[in-house]
């Protein structure tokens, strides 16, 4: 009895009930209103990877400085937290404290959340609720601005290097992209629904 009613979708348009198809090449259309099928994807272990790489990348990211340039013989180099502890000698303890958090703290979190989403789901572990998780995997995902932080920097570049010609983005910059990448792709993939059983 269980197993045919998982065979069992419901089309969300018109609300008919409808055998499920197991082709996975084509998507499947409600026979009555024609409205395409969705199937909940399968979790793969891809965000799980995705966001491992993630951390290690940033753990490396923060070693080498982002931007770099020359005046008068001396090196500048300026790297990410470093940007961080910049605002926070100059007084701007609230700012300091934003940019640390969606910058830094929110993304990380975030990749730590899809981590243990994993632990959880696989093993018989339970060192948070699932509502939790749920609920600080939407939170840090919606405080996260790492993206912004990259454009910002391109724009300090473009100033940057109209008054030091010999300013240039360092290995740092490179490893950010990476990250960033990693970093989408492990929230792409994530598949919240499978994990915490919604
Ligand atoms: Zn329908």
Redo the contacts with the bound molecule.
Sequence with gaps: MQRSIDNIIE?Y????FIKKNNDQIHTQR?P??N?KIKIEKKQTNDSLYYSISALLLFGILNIYPIISLNINDEELKATLLGTVSILLEQNFFFVSLVVFFTIVLAPVLNSLVIIFAFIQDKTKIRFFTDTLLHDSFHFFKHWGFIEVFVISIIVTYIKLVGMVSSTKFDIGFYIMLAYIFCFYMSNIKFEGKSVFEE
Excluded: P, W
């Excluded at 348009?13 to 008919?16: E, S």
């Design positions: 089309c348009n018109c609300g008919l409600c009555r209103c409205s």
